[in-house]
């Protein structure tokens, strides 16, 4: 793995910059590539960002948000990509950036080393925390707008400071966000209390489809709840969390069907069990309480797969935890 110290060399060393992370976007993506983009602007670069998904909903108000492009990329405008929390380049979804210099910032266990510069620091929270220590090795002055870009992906990505992998130096970095004038009340707000109806329409099919069976629940929805609830892929955001949030639970799954007979699956855990290492399995990847892939219909087949393997994993906690 290269150094953050040549991390700030690759991009002083070119000049137009893309920036990207995966498809079907979360909140670290979002914030990541935001601050990312104000970031390498503040150091003199070039820099556009891009989503092949769009921006989802709960992000659109963040500072850039309305900047992003979807993409394709013109390969004779940049000189390099920089590509925050993604395993991959083809998980972007962009078109043309194949043959640039690319720098891969990661945090997920599941990543690996793909770009011409890589820095994965599996023990950080999110992408976010990478983005910032970035701007710290360049000397940039974390301003509001990047501090509540980064703020964002931080709080998302943690579960709003839920999941394992928060610790003490997660919350130095919010407190530092919060210093450089992130508002954590108004973010709040945003993501947790302006959901669009289609979503809340969406939960209470998914909700209605709950199923437990000793210490695993899961639950899905079809394109025809979909269709019905007038929601769209980003609306299947968090919904996961709902299963994982009933006492006794100690892993779920979340079913989205997709064209084709096929299914989105995420995966969360309350950290007895390692989903990513599931997910990895079925050509996925993520973090250790939370990650996700896509598997075959029909449902009651994609289904008994995951689950199988979830007894199997917390077969294999309990007897660990017994040896």
Not at 1 to 26: F, G, I, K, Q, Y
Request: proline residues 4%; aromatic residues 8%.
């Amino acid at each position: 793995m290269n150094s953050l110290a040549e991390v700030v060399c690759a991009v002083r060393s070119r000049l137009r910059w893309a920036v990207t992370s995966h498809a079907r976007p979360d909140g670290d993506a979002v914030g990541s590539v935001l601050g990312g983009v104000q970031i390498l602007r503040a150091m003199g670069r070039h820099a556009d960002g891009f989503l092949s998904d769009g921006v989802p909903f709960l992000y659109r108000g963040l500072p850039g948000a309305a900047e992003l492009r979807t993409g394709p990329v013109d390969a004779a405008q940049y000189d390099g990509v920089l590509v925050l929390e993604c395993n991959n380049l083809e998980r972007t979804g962009l078109e043309g950036i194949e043959g640039l210099f690319s720098i891969n910032i990661d945090h997920h266990e599941t990543s690996v080393e793909y770009a011409d510069v890589n820095f994965v620091v599996p023990t950080a929270a999110a992408a976010a925390e990478l983005v910032y220590h970035l701007a710290q090795a360049a000397a940039v002055p974390i301003t509001p707008a990047i501090a509540a870009c980064l703020y964002t992906a931080v709080l998302t990505d943690t579960g709003s400071f839920c999941f394992s992998s928060t610790g003490a130096q997660t919350f130095a970095f919010a407190r530092e966000m919060v210093l450089a004038g992130a508002d954590p009340a108004a973010i709040a707000q945003q993501v947790y209390f302006s959901n669009p109806a289609s979503k809340m329409r969406l939960l209470g099919r998914a909700l209605g489809n709950l199923q437990f069976e000793g210490p695993i629940s899961w639950m899905h929805v079809s394109q025809d709840d979909m269709a019905a609830c007038g929601a769209t892929g980003e609306d299947c955001e968090g919904l996961v969390n709902w299963a994982l949030g009933i006492h006794g639970i100690e892993a779920t799954a979340f079913f989205r069907e997709v064209p084709g007979c096929q299914y989105r699956v995420s995966l969360r855990s309350k950290g007895r069990i390692d989903v990513a290492r599931i997910a990895q399995a079925f050509g996925g990847g993520g973090h250790l309480c939370a990650s996700g892939h896509a598997i075959a219909g029909p449902l009651e087949s994609a289904r008994d797969q995951i689950l199988a393997a979830l007894r199997r994993a917390l077969e294999l906690s309990a007897g660990e935890s017994h040896g």
